[in-house]
């Protein structure tokens, strides 16, 4: 009896052979980041998957914030020369040419003039910064994309910038080397003699990175057709630099609206005509090669003369604003100052960051792909957090 | 498939050159003459004391606000200084190395040193004092805002001479 | 064909001046030269896979510009029995999510399966010490593809048990992979066993001894067993598995200590393994090089013919790390594509050439490789054609030509 009873219930409780199975896939949410390998830094996606498939993805950032706008006009004295200690590191890798922007910026602003020689060296540590960057871009690419060897071969070539950089500003990667209407101190005897050295040697080493893989077809098959933008949103989203160029728009800062003395210099400005990852890697490496184009044509014509304009010791410009823009290796890179007129710190003080800007675009790139496409996808951005959360 | 081989071989050109690396604890990197490490407190060899008059300009520009620094009267009377400083600390866990404690000063009274190595167990070790601040600024000369050194280069510093 | 070439060679698993009582039998047929064996090939594979992380980190530093280890030893070469110190004294950590009899389990599963194929591998011989064979079975073949398979499943109870997302990915990634490679790997091998006649390992190598190596004879089955077993281990550029770019490690993400060390050790020895099966297979086992035997040179092999082996399956390891710090990562449905569009396909044809060797004689078979060739050639020239070379080229721009900044309607 208690037996015929428990067989009952077994078969009560048991799934009938004829009922429907709900054999659907189950969304998974994966967090990825702030601590991974591969978010350059500490960049939060959270992705929601359908088995390898991005089916959405949502951005987290602020992890890296330090408030560099703030600490920028908080300076008591000197004010003006304290903000650029939290611009460089804000980008870190790009730290010269926002230093040239913010200068720019102050320049402006208090109607400072700069010398020609200040302006050359200006052009060339930053076109070598460019340099840097890209190589750092280059590594944390391949990386991204499985292979550790590039960043080896990138760090290789970084080494040798920054020890010229050490060698004119004292520190390697923040050297705090400009100042409002020219330089801190003059370049070393030896500078010319260097800087040649070094783009000697980074030819050879640009071949080397190709030769690795710029045409490895697992290299290819992975980013090619990977995260295209297409013009009108890249537009849209106000995506610039490398990315921007990629869909077919030669638009550059140091082309469209050249500041500084980039006017009198021939190069190219790359573009690609899909734009995907590759065209925005390649475009990069291409830019690696105009940038020591710059170089040599500044290095040819630098002349001498004194590298500090008129600027007063103390520095306190009137009121008024300034926006000034520029081209570093990551897009359009702005800097807005307003000063109250009294006190020796901008009133106000911010940066337009390209990477933010066009970090917006991971959405458009990574929804549909799978999740290593993701890593791919977000490395070809070349986000520095240091510049998005600020 | 030319692309794989053309790696492989670019590997192996690689594998076959010298490797670029520095043994770094065993054989000091070169430092270059401008090389920005730890600031450092003058010493004034020819009356035997500190430069430095306590004006407290650099604590006051410095951006990380990592210089605390108090005064005393001077009364030795080898120069005409009105203060001497009594204690002097940099936070060097602090301080970011941009050097504009030294730009300001007007007595030319600090320098930064070529002092880098500073690992350590206790960041509390990072607040060096005045004795310290003047010992790895010994050797050190005053270069900022002066001008370059004509003749041969200073080049690069003897990594023997790191402190 | 083969079988009276085995005899004439004698080499026997058991040398003849071995006691009695190391051979009897004992418990399951085990005899005491048995556990012998085994303990030694347990050590041999410790020992050798230390000495395959230190070579590996050697070859990644010089091919990375940089020097590898240098301070443990000479040249770094203590550096690995370092390593598993270090793994030993670390905490072993079990996270709360784990499950607390699966998590434990699994690196022990896969371990086992990998050092277990060793068994069956024919070492060569040296001089007084016969032929090294652990067991020498005449299913060899079959045991070796059916044991490693068991690893999939250590690999899935790890990344199921953790209690991670990330692994979870992994060992899904991990079962996808396997079961895709086991069929080309299995396909290619079936060439080998038709060459021999035979699926026992040594025999397999005598038989290479006798009608040349199998890599010059099938070479497409040498290409898609080599690149099938790499995928298998999970191996640059097919790690998708491990992935740790992407996934930080996959399965092994929360392991630590020894147990994570067990992982590293059976991911290394199936490396040590799969060059060892290559040699054997393919390479011609301990032959010193093909066609020694009928130059009057096959007493060195006989002799010395574990050195060769040795030899062999090093440069394989090799090769397998070098190609690790070259090439990135495949996607996994470019991994899937892989094995079912390329391997697969060249499997069958490399078993349907091999059965035209030992049917229809050399002739037919040379036309056959011809015809393959010249198939591929085309299919590869199509690919490329296919692929738009456009992109490449980048366009350059004249000054006048580039909009500003209010004609693309940007922010000013
Ligand atoms: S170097 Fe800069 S951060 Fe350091 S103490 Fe001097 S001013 Fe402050
Ligand atoms: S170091 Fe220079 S600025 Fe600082 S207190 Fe001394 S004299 Fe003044």
């Known amino acids: 009896m208690a037996i015929a009873s428990a067989i009952n219930m077994l078969r009560e409780t048991a799934p009938s052979v004829s009922e429907e199975r709900n054999l659907e896939t189950v969304e998974m949410t994966i967090n990825m980041g702030p601590q991974h390998p591969s978010t350059h830094g500490v960049f939060r996606m959270v992705l929601t998957l359908e088995g390898e498939r991005v089916k959405n993805v949502q951005s987290h950032i602020g992890y890296l914030h330090r408030g560099a706008e703030k600490l920028g006009e908080s300076g008591e004295i000197e004010g003006y020369r304290k903000a650029m200690i939290t611009l460089d590191r804000t980008d870190y890798l790009s730290s010269l040419l926002n230093e040239h922007a913010y200068v720019m910026a102050v320049e402006k602003l208090a109607g400072i003039s700069v010398p020609e020689r200040a302006e050359y060296i200006r052009i060339i540590l930053g076109e070598l910064t460019r340099i840097n960057s890209h190589c750092m871009f280059y590594g944390a690419f391949g990386a991204d994309s499985g292979a550790t060897t590039p960043y080896m071969y990138a760090f290789a070539l970084r080494e040798e910038i920054q020890q010229l950089f050490e060698a004119v500003g004292g520190a390697r990667m923040f050297p705090n080397y400009y100042r409002a209407g020219g330089l801190r101190e003059d370049v070393p005897h030896d500078f010319v003699h260097r800087v040649q050295a070094i783009i000697d040697r980074a030819f050879y080493a640009f071949d080397d990175f190709d030769n690795l893989i710029t045409a490895n077809e697992i290299f290819l098959s992975r980013t090619r057709g990977l995260g295209i933008l297409d013009q009108t949103r890249a537009l849209d989203l106000g995506v610039s630099g490398p990315l921007l160029r990629a869909t077919g728009l030669p638009y550059d800062v140091r082309r469209s609206e050249p500041y500084s003395i980039y006017d009198r210099f021939a190069f190219d400005v790359p573009v690609g005509t899909t734009g995907d990852c590759y065209e925005r890697y390649l475009i990069r490496q291409e830019e690696m090669r105009q940038s020591i184009r710059i170089i040599e044509q500044a290095l040819k014509d630098l002349p001498g003369g004194p590298i500090m304009g008129n600027a007063p010791k103390a520095l306190r410009p009137p009121k008024g604003e300034a926006y000034v823009r520029i081209e570093n290796s990551r897009g359009d890179f702005g800097v807005y100052l307003v000063s109250d007129g009294k006190s020796s710190a901008p009133y106000r003080v911010k940066y337009r960051s390209p990477c933010f800007v066009n970090l917006q675009s991971l959405n458009d790139m990574v929804i549909g792909t799978y999740i290593a496409d993701a890593v791919v996808a977000l490395g070809s951005i070349d986000i520095v957090l240091g510049e998005v959360d600020r | ?163 | 064909m083969s079988n009276n070439a085995a005899s004439e060679l004698t080499l026997q698993a058991v040398p003849s001046w071995m006691p009695a009582f190391l051979v009897a039998p004992m418990i399951g047929g085990l005899s005491l030269a048995d556990l012998i064996a085994l303990v030694v090939l347990l050590l041999f594979v410790l020992i050798f896979v230390m000495i395959e992380i230190w070579m590996e980190r050697k070859v990644a530093g010089h091919i990375q510009l940089r020097r590898g280890p240098l301070h443990v030893g000479p040249h770094g070469s203590l550096q690995s029995p370092a390593d598993v110190l270090k793994l030993l004294t670390k905490e072993d950590l079990t996270p709360v999510a784990a499950d607390r009899i699966v998590f434990p389990m699994a690196p022990y599963l896969v371990f086992v399966p990998v050092f277990l194929t060793f068994l069956v591998i024919p070492w060569g011989p040296l001089v007084l010490f016969g032929n090294f064979v652990v067991r020498p079975f005449d299913l060899g073949l079959v045991y070796m593809v059916a044991i490693p398979a068991m690893q999939g499943i250590g690999l899935v109870m790890a990344g199921w048990s953790s209690g991670n997302k990330y692994s979870l990915l992994g060992s899904a990634r991990v079962v996808a992979q396997l079961i895709s490679y086991e069929l080309p790997m299995v396909i290619a091998l079936l060439g080998v066993a038709m060459m021999a006649e035979s699926l026992n390992l040594t025999t397999i190598v005598e038989s290479q001894m006798k009608q040349g190596w199998n890599v010059f004879l099938q070479p497409i089955g040498f290409l898609v067993f080599f690149l099938a077993t790499m995928s298998e281990m999970s191996r640059a550029p097919f790690d998708i598995a491990v992935a740790e770019s992407e996934i930080v490690g996959g399965p092994f993400v929360e392991y630590s200590g020894m147990r994570w060390g067990i992982f590293y050790l059976a991911e290394f020895a199936a490396v040590c393994l799969n060059s060892a099966l290559s040699t054997a297979l393919f390479l011609g086992g301990w032959e010193l090089f093909p066609g020694s035997r009928a130059l009057g040179l096959g007493w060195i092999s006989d002799q010395f013919g574990l050195l060769f082996f040795m030899g062999k399956m090093i440069v394989l390891v090799l090769i397998i790390q070098w190609a690790r710090f070259v090439l990135p990562r495949l996607r996994i449905d470019q991994l899937m594509d892989f094995a079912w569009k390329f391997l697969l396909p060249a499997a069958f044809v490399n078993f349907i050439l091999t059965a035209i060797l030992q049917v229809f004689g050399f002739v037919p078979f040379a036309i056959g490789i011809g015809l393959t060739l010249a198939l591929a050639a085309v299919l590869l020239a199509t690919y490329q054609a296919r692929r738009s070379p456009s992109t490449v080229a980048l366009m350059r721009t004249s000054p006048e030509s580039v909009p500003t900044s209010k004609g693309v309607g940007l922010p000013v």
């Open chain 2, 1 to 163: 498939m030319r692309g794989v081989l053309g790696g492989f071989f670019q590997t192996l050109k690689s594998f076959l050159t010298k490797p670029v690396t520095r043994l770094y604890p065993y054989e000091k990197p070169p430092l270059e003459a401008r090389f920005m490490g730890a600031p450092s407190l003058l010493w004034d060899d020819a009356v035997d004391e500190v430069v430095c008059v306590a004006c407290n300009i650099c604590a006051r520009s410095c951006p990380d606000d990592c210089i605390t620094l108090t005064g005393d009267k001077y009364t030795d009377g080898k120069t005409n200084k009105k203060n001497i400083i009594k204690d002097y600390f940099i936070d060097l866990g602090r301080c970011s190395y941009c050097g504009i404690c030294v730009e300001v000063c007007p007595f030319d009274a600090n320098e930064m040193s070529p002092h880098f190595e500073l690992s350590t167990y206790d960041r509390m070790t990072l607040v060096y004092d005045k004795d310290q601040l003047i010992e790895i600024g010994r050797g050190v000369t005053r270069r900022t805002g002066k001008p370059e050194p004509v003749g041969p280069l200073p080049g690069i510093l003897d990594p023997s001479t790191y402190r």
